[in-house]
């Protein structure tokens, strides 16, 4: 079975502080990818990352960083000098290309609420 | 820019009544999926589709709810009849053809409210 989890619910912090989500997946199968999606206060859901199994090399874009760590099956997702505008519910997923292809798997969302 | 559309935006009906939502894909894309999202079951996966076949509707409840995808431009999910536990936001994405490199993109979303 594949599973996603998000432990943490709600984060808040305060602007220009760092903030790391956390994301910590389950799965069998050799060959798999991650995502992460931000779903802002509108409501659509915005494609951020994705990165397959066999590559874990920490990506950076901008002010967000990502760490993928095979040995603990984590995904980590890193904002740094968060900014208001970063509020939002952020989700991971894993999809597997074994089993059910094109299924993402999502967890549960972390409600990240940056105050002025 | 190429964007999942979706339509209608917002809908609320009554009990019983037939709803349908629509969706139009990325240009290109050959694969799409309906999602539904719930405070308490966070987002499900209903149905997908691949090159316009229905490839997994184990998600979706057989008995009211029904996916097809008449043209590679439009995908539409209908409930019929609706009730009240269908009230929720769904989720149109789509799939680019290199199953590899796949990203789901998705639309805005259709806000159900079953009265």
């Known amino acids: 079975a594949q599973k996603v989890t998000q432990a943490q619910t709600e984060i808040s912090v305060v602007e220009k502080e760092d903030v790391t989500l956390d994301c910590v997946y389950e799965t069998r199968d050799t060959t798999y990818y991650l995502f992460w999606y931000k779903q802002p206060p509108s409501g659509e859901l915005v494609f951020l990352i994705r990165r397959n199994s066999f590559d874990e090399q920490n990506e950076i874009s901008g002010r967000y960083s990502w760490n993928f760590q095979k040995s603990t099956s984590s995904f980590n997702f890193t904002i740094t000098a968060s900014q208001v505008v970063d509020s939002a519910v952020y989700f991971c997923?894993?999809?597997?290309?074994?089993?059910?292809?094109?299924?993402?798997?999502f967890g549960q969302g972390t409600r990240l609420t940056i105050n002025p | 820019d190429a964007r999942v559309t979706q339509t209608p935006r917002h809908k609320v009906t009554e009990m019983g009544q037939e709803v349908t939502m629509r969706c139009q894909p990325i240009?290109?894309?050959?694969?799409v999926f309906w999602y539904r999202q719930t405070m308490m079951q966070g987002l499900e996966l209903l149905a997908y589709?691949?090159?316009?076949?229905?490839?997994?509707d184990s998600g979706m409840p057989k008995d009211r709810f029904s996916a097809e995808m008449p043209d590679a431009t439009l995908a539409t999910l209908k409930i019929q009849p609706s009730e009240p536990r269908d009230s929720a936001v769904y989720f149109c994405a789509s799939g680019s053809r290199d199953l590899l490199k796949e990203t789901q993109y998705f639309g805005p979303g259709t806000r159900l409210l079953v009265l």
């Open positions: 240009l290109g894309h050959n694969t």
């Open positions: 589709f691949r090159n316009r076949a229905p490839l997994d």
């Open positions: 997923a894993l999809r597997s290309l074994i089993q059910g292809a094109q299924k993402l798997v």
